[in-house]
């Protein structure tokens, strides 16, 4: 079992600044890969921005530019940065983790719980 905690999410005004964070911990042999995703309300659950193992980077169109992703390996950590957050970037933000299971060597996804990005004047 492995458990995914974030943090980070509030309230900002438009052109603010948000990063969050996330860990993951639990039976883990391996992360293939981390990542955010978002969900607003009465919409799909999207992805906002992907890390691998291999240390390759992807980002929705719509955040390019706007927002980064890095990640610790050591601490199973992984980061987003949100700069010149858009009202539109309101969602409830998601940690995705890949992991392989340190008992079965199994894939497993996992996910967070969700921390609210608000983004209102």
């Known amino acids: 079992q492995v458990q995914l905690v974030e943090s980070g999410g509030g309230l900002v005004q438009p052109g603010g600044t948000l990063r969050l964070s996330c860990t993951a911990s639990?039976?883990?042999?391996?992360?293939?890969?981390m990542a955010w995703y978002r969900q607003a309300p009465g919409k799909q659950r999207e992805l906002v921005a992907a890390?691998?193992?291999?240390?390759?980077?992807n980002y929705a169109d719509s955040v390019k530019g706007r927002f980064t992703i890095s990640r610790d390996n050591a601490k199973n950590t992984v980061l987003l940065q949100m700069n010149s957050l858009k009202p539109d970037d309101t969602a409830v933000y998601y940690c995705?983790?890949?992991?392989?299971?340190?008992?079965?060597?199994?894939?497993?996804?996992?996910w967070g719980q969700g921390t609210q990005v608000t983004v209102s004047s």
């Open positions: 995705n983790a890949d992991v392989e299971g340190a008992v079965t060597h199994k894939r497993y996804n996992y």
């Open positions: 639990g039976s883990i042999f391996s992360i293939n890969r």
């Open positions: 890390f691998t193992s291999a240390g390759s980077t």
